[in-house]
């Protein structure tokens, strides 16, 4: 599976950003996606997945109520709603996707095999 994330960018502080991540997989329902992140300096962390065949997402505590995880499997795209950005959310934005993560493992990034390239999201104040 070739992940392909795009819509990353410079914005202001309580700005919106829409991030897409484009799969090539034939089965795209049948995996688990997630978008993660990585800060300048910092480990890579969890924001958000839908579970296989599921539209309720699993999201970090963080960024519950400001960013949406969705998913449009006839495009094979999932997509990360971001809503009143701040600075601290500067990082480089990160999709995945596995076909064996389970409920316990979901957050954890060492256990989603398919990565997209990263896409930088800026964050001015």
């Known amino acids: 599976v070739q992940l392909q994330a795009s819509g990353g960018g410079l914005v202001q502080a309580g700005d919106s950003l829409r991030l897409s991540c484009a799969a090539s997989a034939r089965t795209f329902s049948s995996y688990t996606v997630a978008w993660f992140r990585q800060p300048p300096g910092k480990e890579r962390e969890f924001l958000a997945a839908l579970k296989r065949y599921n539209s309720n997402g699993v999201y970090e505590e963080a960024v519950k109520g400001r960013f949406t995880i969705s998913r449009d499997n006839a495009k094979n795209t999932v997509y990360l709603q971001m809503n009143s950005l701040k600075p601290e959310d500067t990082a480089a934005y990160y999709c995945?996707?596995?076909?064996?993560?389970?409920?316990?493992?979901?957050?954890?990034?060492?256990?989603?095999?398919?990565w997209g390239q990263g896409t930088q999201v800026t964050v001015s104040s």
């Open positions: 995945a996707a596995s076909s064996t993560v389970i409920s316990s493992t979901i957050s954890n990034h060492r256990f989603y095999t398919y």
